[in-house]
């Protein structure tokens, strides 16, 4: 298989087009990652004859400085100021990020793409940009998010407030969950033993988009023995979530068969 440079679109990052795609999956690192470090996730997924014609788009994220890291600049989607949950967040960071993915999609829709044939799924950052795209992308309804070891960002400011919210434009809209949203199926993955987004986070998120944005399509699963990364068993669960929301029969393979190392 080829994977080419770039994201199609005039940015960074990885992707990899079968002819006649008919589906297609986003994927976002986490802080301090890029494309490359997940190139994998193609590579394995062709080990599946049901996900061999899938297109896969893997973004690098922009050079910013990062406050948790004394300002040094790295590859991150937004600006992360503090471990504490919600605490003062980068909206412009979101936003310019969000702007970029949202954009892609709509590409992909004038190129034939049905909305629920698009998943769009992460680790850490890339988690939390997922479930932002995924739950708040104006007029854009997907088939899946896919959020590993994240958490539900913008909470106060943007999904509690709903169509009230000031961050609204024309990109994202936060009051759109419970009417043209309701049918998304979201997978949610968590190492018991994360001590950089804590498993806290990551659970205390879905039931916020289950019982408060009352999205009911959402799965958690927890993994013992895992910190912040991913290993064998949630990324197996990954490829199964993919096949069911592109309405194929889910994986039987070992979980052995599957290897991919994030850190």
Avoid: C
Avoid at 47 to 53: D, N, S
Avoid at 97 to 125: L, T, V
Avoid at 240 to 255: E, R, T
């Amino acid at each position: 298989m080829k994977l080419h440079k770039g994201d199609g679109y005039g940015g960074e990052g990885l992707y990899y087009e079968p002819e006649d795609y008919k589906e297609v999956v986003i994927w976002l690192h986490g802080l301090g990652g890029n494309a490359n470090e997940w190139s994998d996730l193609i590579k394995r997924s062709t080990l599946y004859p049901k996900l061999a014609k899938t297109k896969w788009i893997l973004l690098s994220a922009p050079q910013r400085p990062v406050t948790l890291n004394n300002g040094m600049i790295s590859p991150a989607w937004f600006d992360i100021k503090s471990l504490k949950e919600g605490t003062n967040e980068d909206i412009e960071g979101f936003r310019q990020s969000a702007m970029r993915i949202i954009n892609i999609i709509r590409e992909e829709k004038k190129k034939g793409i049905k909305q629920n044939k698009i998943i769009i799924g992460g680790f850490s950052q890339g988690a939390a940009m997922s479930y932002l795209v995924g739950l708040a992308a104006k007029d854009i309804h997907l088939g899946g998010i896919i959020a590993l070891s994240g958490w539900l960002p913008l909470r106060v400011d943007g999904f509690n407030k709903g169509h009230e919210s000031s961050l609204n434009d024309d990109y994202l809209y936060f009051g759109d969950t419970k009417e043209n949203k309701n049918r998304i199926k979201i997978f949610a993955g968590h190492g018991e033993d994360d001590f950089i987004v804590q498993h806290t986070w990551g659970r205390n998120s879905a039931n916020i988009i289950k019982d408060h944005l009352k999205l009911p399509f959402i799965t958690f699963n927890s993994y013992s023995n895992m910190g912040h990364s991913i290993n064998n068993s949630e990324l197996l669960d990954v490829y199964n979530f993919i096949i069911d929301v592109f309405g194929d029969i889910p994986l039987s393979a070992n979980k052995s068969d599957v290897v991919l190392n994030i850190e």
